[in-house]
């Protein structure tokens, strides 16, 4: 994309910063071009910048290309450190950014991270709101993913428009570090509920009974959950393991979980076994896989492909 071609882009408003166009951001960022607005993202992967680019995304090469465009800037990024690098690092959004940009962070990270540089991003009036999501690839490719978020009311309602666009449900949880708080606290119930889930069917099957249509009661019972209603029958029954959300980033979650209840001195034995069993899956599972592997460790027959078992 030429410079002047950027330079030409007149509506400040309507134009948007995707910032990481990884599983995530790309299908927003693809989301919000549907939804007219003018996207400009921006990536260290060229593969990624490629595929953005064919969603109608105009990649940019440099971080002040996107600022100089942008007064609402989405992070997508995999961890709290990025988040760091990319906002306060020697070539950071702090050193670019114009005044008056909201920037909203959809990466699952930590609280303290997000207060840190919140802080320092509102030195140069500049508002910074955590607003972790759920829904995956596919809620993030059909805007209706859902949204918790911290910070700011005043910044909230301002890109309001920008976060409807993207998402299905949305609720402010509070100051800047709530939407990662409430976030993790999510995540903490699906790394559970995966694992039994998956134990479960595993009773139901060794005692006799087909798991598939156990999984059905449980479904009318109330013993369901996210895992046994969205990942089970979509992504583990199937065996298709394509959700695209990996092993690597969920075992970070469920870390942020047991980093976060440490430091409250909480006594929290279901996340800490849970904690304990996500760590271990490392020597079966690479980060690369998908999260929904993690049946496999409770049992590599019924849940593994039929060729890896
Ligand atoms: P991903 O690894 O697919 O994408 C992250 C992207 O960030 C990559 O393309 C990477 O190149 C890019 N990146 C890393 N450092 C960068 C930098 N300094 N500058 C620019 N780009 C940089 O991850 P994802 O699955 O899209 O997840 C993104 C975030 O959303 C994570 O925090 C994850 O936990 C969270 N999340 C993911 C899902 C999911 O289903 N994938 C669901 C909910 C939340």
Request: with cysteine; glycine share 8%; proline share 3%.
């Amino acid at each position: 994309m030429t410079k002047a071609f950027i330079t030409g882009i007149q509506n400040m408003t309507n134009t948007i910063g995707v910032i990481g166009l990884g599983n995530m951001g790309r299908n927003m960022a693809a989301t919000l071009v549907k939804k007219s607005f003018t996207v400009i993202g921006f990536d260290l992967s060229e593969t990624a910048c490629k595929q953005a680019a064919e969603q109608g995304v105009i990649a940019a090469t440099h971080l002040s290309t996107l600022t100089e465009q942008c007064n609402i800037i989405i992070l997508s990024l995999p961890k709290a450190e990025h988040v760091e690098a990319v906002c306060l690092g020697d070539n950071g959004l702090i050193h670019v950014v114009s005044p008056r940009t909201t920037i909203i962070d959809t990466t699952t990270s930590v609280p303290e991270t997000s207060r840190m540089v919140a802080a320092e991003f509102s030195k140069q009036n500049i508002a910074f709101l955590d607003a972790p999501v759920s829904g995956g690839p596919a809620g993030a490719a059909t805007g209706t993913m859902s949204m918790v978020i911290g910070g700011e009311m005043e910044a909230y309602k301002q890109v309001l428009p920008v976060l409807e666009a993207m998402s299905s449900v949305r609720v402010h949880v509070g100051d800047v570090g709530a939407g990662n708080i409430a976030k993790i606290a999510n995540n903490m119930l699906a790394a559970a509920h995966l694992i039994t889930t998956a134990e479960a069917l595993t009773l139901a099957e060794k005692a006799g009974v087909d798991p598939e249509k156990v999984l059905e009661a449980i479904n009318a019972g109330s013993g369901r959950s996210g895992a046994s209603q969205a990942m089970f029958p979509t992504w583990v029954m199937t065996k298709a393991y394509d959700s695209g959300f990996t092993m690597g980033l969920m075992r970070k979650d469920v870390g942020l979980a047991k980093t976060l209840a440490q430091s409250l001195n909480l006594t929290l034995p279901m996340a800490m076994q849970t904690a304990a069993l996500w760590e271990d899956s490392a020597q079966k599972l690479a980060d690369s896989d998908d999260f929904c592997c993690i049946a496999q460790c409770t049992n590599p027959l019924l849940f593994g492909k039929e060729d890896e078992v």
